[in-house]
């Protein structure tokens, strides 16, 4: 039964399941070996969201300070932080100070994105050669009389399409995980501060995208 698996392959011109798999285990094992650099870039996607969000949310306490909203803020609080932090200029430089505290957080950030972004890149461009490499080394190990001919065309496309393809799964999937990361946090924020408000929530947005899939979404598919 495998070899007329790989007979079959080599009639259609793809590659078999075994070759498949064998791929597969390849990758694997090339990508076991960048565990830490994974680690290190999940930490710095974590570290951007994180930058992005205290950027965001110091809007609204800044905001507050200035138009005197909420002058007696809870000692602690973030309103309380900024009261201090623009207590320290004179009257008339305060707005400037405040806005200069929201464009340093805005910059910090930036920065913070841009350097997830760049070590995304050089995390995508390292896996991507180092598999682009190994199976242009294994196929010109075993089978080297076939790996350019015309019914043979599959593996070209492998070596060149498929490390590619992989790498952006690897990052898509990194992405994925501190987005879930993110979520988590944000829920167990949400439990702690409300947790009735949070299931109720919950129970209304569940209700309401089962109603759409129900009736909405699914009869129009």
Request: hydrophobic letters at 65%; zero cysteines; charged letters at 10%.
């Given at each position: 039964m495998r070899q007329t698996d790989k007979a079959a392959g080599r009639e259609s011109g793809g590659v078999g399941p075994g070759e498949v798999f064998g791929i597969l285990r390849?990758?694997?094992?090339?990508?076991a070996q960048r565990k830490a650099a994974a680690c290190f870039l999940?930490?710095?996607?974590?570290?951007?969201?994180?930058?992005?969000?205290?950027g965001y949310g110091a809007l609204l306490p800044l905001l507050h300070v200035m138009t005197g909203a909420r002058p007696q803020a809870p000692l602690g609080g973030p309103h309380a932080f900024f009261q201090r932090w623009l207590a320290l200029?004179?009257?008339r430089q305060q707005a400037l100070a405040a806005a200069l505290t929201f464009a340093a957080l805005g910059l910090a950030s930036?920065?913070?994105r841009?350097?997830?972004?760049?070590?995304?890149?050089?995390f995508s461009m390292n896996l991507r050669g180092m598999w682009m490499k190994t199976l242009m080394q294994r196929f010109l190990e075993g089978r080297y009389d076939r790996v350019f001919g015309k019914k043979?065309?599959?593996y070209i496309n492998i070596i060149i399409h498929e490390p590619s393809w992989a790498s952006?799964?690897?990052?898509?999937a990194l992405e994925m995980t501190m987005q879930s990361v993110c979520a988590l946090a944000l829920f167990?924020?949400?439990?702690?501060t409300n947790w009735i408000a949070t299931v109720a929530s919950m129970i209304a947005v569940g209700g309401v995208s089962f109603i759409l899939q129900k009736f909405c979404i699914g009869p129009a598919l």
């Open positions: 390849l990758v694997l094992r090339v990508l999940l930490a710095i996607m974590l570290a951007a969201s994180l930058f992005q969000g205290a200029f004179p009257d930036g920065a913070a841009i350097m997830a972004q760049y070590f995304s890149i050089r043979e065309g599959g952006s799964a690897v990052l898509s167990a924020l949400l439990l702690w």
